[in-house]
């Protein structure tokens, strides 16, 4: 990090700060360090609070995928004189499937975008100390 970086003041408890400085201490970081690395960490852990990594999103990819080839498939094997509102149904399961898989792939896109990021930023802290 450089003096150009931007600064924000905040008010912790006095026991997290002598935490805080014990911690920089031991591990030969200054503070600014120290706090930047435990906030960073909390953003790129949060994807493992959801329990989902890299394989997890892959993996229902991979399904949500299955799971629109056979509403593409049911679609194709109503009648021509199906009822229209059947078909309707038919068709809006088949958008719903779609829009999951849409979300579904910019989760993984933002995933690897914050996990860059993290080891970006984390990598330029440990240049720094």
């Known amino acids: 990090m450089s003096r150009n970086d931007p600064q924000i003041h905040v008010r912790i408890p006095h026991d997290l700060k002598i935490k805080l400085e014990e911690s920089a201490k ?5 503070m ?13 852990d949060s994807n493992k609070g959801y329990g989902y990594d890299e394989d997890d999103y892959e993996r229902d990819i991979f399904e949500a995928q299955q799971s629109i080839k056979e509403r593409e498939a049911d679609l194709a094997k109503l009648p021509p004189d199906a009822d229209p509102i059947e078909r309707a149904i038919f068709r809006y399961e088949l958008r719903k499937a779609e829009h999951y898989l849409d979300h579904l792939e910019n989760e993984l896109e933002d995933f690897h975008n914050r996990e860059k990021l993290y080891r ?3 990598h330029s802290n440990e240049e720094d100390e």
């Open 26 to 30: 031991l591990a030969k970081r200054s």
């Open 32 to 44: 600014n360090a120290e706090v930047s690395k435990r906030l960073l960490s909390t953003f790129f």
């Open 120 to 122: 970006e930023i984390y």
